[in-house]
């Protein structure tokens, strides 16, 4: 997206209020707020006044959603589509898959550590020749 606004700003600070980022972004508060219940990835943390604390990243999502409302005429919708399609879902994995995982690895630890273990050699008789072969 190029550089931020917030350079142009002569702002270079690690959290902003709404107000610093609705004149930064160009966007009234409410229209902040409105987008914070619609777009659950805008969810700026709050101080223990109550009062927005934006970071950086939090900015631009906001310049991006911004650009895909205004610019590329993006919906609501559209925009929660693409950053849904865009972010990890949060997978839920049971307790038991994370202690088989943790206890196969901790196999595999086990068999680093020893080292290359080297198989007895097994006698089979050569039908052939009446020899015995080692393998």
């Given at each position: 997206m190029g550089a931020l606004p917030h350079k142009?700003?002569?702002?270079?600070?690690?959290?902003y209020k709404i107000?610093?980022?609705?004149?930064?972004?160009?966007?009234?508060?409410?229209v902040l707020r409105y987008w914070e219940?619609?777009?659950?990835?805008?969810?700026?943390?709050?101080n223990k006044t109550g009062q927005r604390t934006y970071t950086r990243?939090?900015?631009?999502l906001v310049l991006q959603i911004k650009n895909l409302l205004y610019r590329?005429?993006?919906?609501?919708?559209?925009?929660?589509?693409?950053?849904?399609?865009k972010t990890l879902k949060k997978?839920?994995?049971?307790?038991?898959t994370i202690q088989g995982v943790?206890?196969?690895?901790?196999?595999?630890?086990?068999t680093l550590n020893r080292g290359p273990r080297r198989k007895k050699p097994r006698v089979v008789p050569d039908k052939n020749n009446?020899?015995?072969?080692?393998?």
């Open positions: 142009q700003a002569g702002t270079d600070k690690l959290f107000g610093e980022i609705s004149r930064i972004a160009g966007i009234e508060p409410h219940s619609e777009f659950s990835f805008l969810k700026p943390r709050k990243k939090d900015l631009e590329e005429k993006y919906t609501i919708a559209g925009v929660k589509k693409k950053f849904g399609s997978s839920s994995v049971s307790m038991e943790k206890k196969r690895l901790k196999e595999i630890l086990g009446g020899s015995r072969l080692f393998l």
